[in-house]
């Protein structure tokens, strides 16, 4: 990893991707001009440990990331009462996992970010 970048983006949850994708976007290059560093082991942050209980029709406040539907990752109709069934613990770091390498932004794990200031 190259450690001098413009800008650190520190967690891949959903603000975290939805900047690395405008950055991207934008014509900033990952791991050159930027990088995504998340403390999490793998895509989905806190997402991997929520409760069983959490289903796609109880989650509120989940909004697609820019550029790629939520239902579409997952092959769930959102307005299907079948898509209750969905536990979030796994259908949220499942879009993440396919956002990030749909967008082919490499995200650095498990890094704890310890201190965060201007240069």
């Not at 959903?14 to 900033?28: D, E, I, M, P, T």
């Amino acid at each position: 990893m190259n450690s001098d970048v413009d800008v650190a983006v520190v967690g891949a949850g959903q603000a975290g991707l939805s900047a690395a994708y405008y950055l991207r976007r934008f014509g900033v290059e990952p791991e050159s001009g930027f990088v995504v560093l998340d403390h999490a082991p793998g895509p989905g942050g806190a997402w991997q440990f929520r409760w069983p209980s959490l289903t796609l029709s109880t989650v509120n406040g989940v909004h697609d990331l820019p550029g790629l539907g939520f239902a579409d990752t997952i092959g769930v109709d959102p307005n299907d009462p079948e898509a209750a069934l969905v536990h979030a613990a796994s259908a949220v770091p499942q879009y993440f996992a396919t956002y990030e390498k749909q967008f082919e932004l490499p995200v650095h794990r498990p890094v704890h970010t310890r201190v965060v200031c201007a240069r």
